[in-house]
């Protein structure tokens, strides 16, 4: 098994511009979260996923929404992109809900020019 | 509020030293704690959570409630353990795994 995989892994856009950025989970796990991580800090809960339904969310703005697909694979959409958003974007993968042990992906750096 | 501390940027000790990665927690719940590990060029990864009590690579944490802490220790260092070390606490409102990470602590273990 790969472990989680996401896609891309690196982003140059520019202020205002929409991105989209991938993930597939371990293969059985059916939950998936968003993470940001800026530079010297730790990563930053932006969503969780799990059957295809929100379960959490951070304290982000409405620009920034995702989906969970039938297979359990994500996608994060950030919208009128900004300089701030520049960042590392992290997916992890838990085998249910809750509490339990998240796996990370390598991670989408995306540039905002 | 919710938070993860770990009070040190930068950790430097010499090779065979102790080694303790302090982290300090506020929740209000029953906290479910864990250490990420993030080596050179690759990615987070899960060293311990403190719920299954065992030793990963010589390190251990316990759990402390009354100081709130869950610090990370191993008695002797070696350069293979230098790394990014992040304490994250799970707060599970309702059914939610959110993991709430302290800024991080760079180990760098000199031979």
């Known amino acids: 098994d790969a472990g989680v995989t996401q896609s891309p892994t690196h982003l140059i856009k520019t202020r205002g511009q929409q991105v989209t950025l991938r993930c597939s989970p371990i293969?059985?796990?059916?939950?998936v979260s968003w993470y940001q991580q800026v530079l010297g800090q730790g990563p930053q809960f932006i969503f969780q996923y799990y059957e295809k339904e929100e379960r959490g969310r951070g304290n982000f703005p409405d620009r920034f929404s995702a989906r969970q697909f039938p297979n359990y694979s994500s996608e994060l959409n950030v919208n009128a992109l900004l300089l701030g958003d520049s960042a590392l974007y992290l997916c992890a993968s838990s085998f249910r809900q809750g509490r339990s042990e998240q796996y990370f992906g390598p991670g989408t750096r995306l540039t905002v020019t | 509020a919710q938070r993860v501390t770990q009070p040190e940027k930068l950790l430097s000790v010499f090779k065979g030293a102790p080694v303790e990665l302090k982290c300090n927690y506020s929740y209000s719940g029953s906290p479910e704690l864990f250490w990420y590990v993030q080596y050179s060029r690759q990615r987070l990864q899960l060293l311990l959570r403190h719920i299954s009590r065992e030793s990963i690579k010589g390190f251990t944490a316990d759990l402390n409630k009354g100081e709130t802490s869950f610090h990370l220790k191993k008695p002797f260092a070696q350069e293979e353990d230098s790394a990014m070390y992040y304490c994250?606490?799970?707060?599970?409102?309702?059914?939610?795994?959110?993991?709430?990470f302290g800024q991080g602590t760079t180990l760098q273990v000199k031979p």
């Open positions: 293969s059985g796990h059916k939950s």
């Open positions: 994250a606490l799970s707060t599970g409102s309702g059914n939610t795994g959110k993991l709430i």
